[in-house]
């Protein structure tokens, strides 16, 4: 069973930054694709950005170049490194690991973009 836990969420102002953290049990980085979701009150969870086994990258539209994914395999951890927010990132955000017919996800963490 893998477990993940997020951190890193918070209250920031419109234009700021935040890193999120998922630690994840055991050495799954390499071998799951990693991805970071987010879901806001009244819309369904969607994908934020995602990094394959192989190391390739993706992310949705909307992130346009302000967010960045990353892992670091030694230490279990995936990452998400948000750059100039707005109100409409604000959200639940969750970590999720996929491999073949296992699907996990953390509990999330709010991320809330307001003055």
């Known amino acids: 069973q893998v477990q993940l836990v997020e951190s890193g969420g918070g209250l920031v102002q419109p234009g700021g930054s935040l890193r999120l953290s998922c630690a994840a049990s055991?050495?799954?980085?390499?071998?799951?694709?990693m991805g970071w979701y987010r879901q806001a009150p009244g819309k369904q969870r969607e994908l934020v950005a995602v990094?394959?086994?192989?190391?390739?990258?993706a992310y949705a539209t909307f992130v346009k170049g302000r967010f960045t994914i990353s892992r670091d395999n030694a230490n279990n951890t995936l990452y998400l490194q948000m750059n100039s927010l707005n109100p409409e990132d604000t959200a639940v955000y969750y970590c999720?690991?996929?491999?073949?017919?296992?699907?996990?996800w953390g509990q999330g963490t709010q991320v809330t973009v307001s003055l």
């Open positions: 999720n690991a996929q491999k073949m017919n296992n699907n996990y």
């Open positions: 055991g050495s799954i980085l390499s071998t799951y694709a």
């Open positions: 990094i394959r086994r192989g190391g390739s990258k």
